[in-house]
């Protein structure tokens, strides 16, 4: 697994262009790093809800990107802690 940060929570991002940056990191996995299986990332937030990093998973294997995206999709829309 990988992490990006984009944000501490005081950066001014808003959240649509901290979605677009972590689009455009997704993209660069699959057609600059050759990963075949990389499922949309988990932000990562803090207490008051920013975001302050993704969770990103890479793998040229099908079966890896399955599990992965079951356990992500269990915490994806989680609120703040």
């Given at each position: 697994m990988?992490s ?14 901290k979605a677009?940056l972590a689009e455009a990191?997704?993209?660069?996995l699959r057609?600059?790093a050759g ?11 803090n207490?008051?809800?920013n975001t ?5 998973f890479?793998?040229?294997n099908?079966t890896?990107?399955k599990?992965?995206?079951a356990?992500?999709?269990?915490y ?6």
């Amino acid at each position: 697994m990988l992490s990006a940060q984009v944000d501490n929570g005081h950066d001014g991002l808003q959240p649509r262009a901290k979605a677009k940056l972590a689009e455009a990191y997704r993209k660069r996995l699959r057609e600059v790093a050759g990963f075949q299986c990389v499922p949309e990332p988990m932000p990562m937030r803090n207490r008051t809800g920013n975001t302050i990093y993704y969770l990103f998973f890479a793998s040229p294997n099908a079966t890896g990107k399955k599990i992965v995206e079951a356990i992500l999709n269990k915490y994806r829309n989680r609120g703040p802690a």
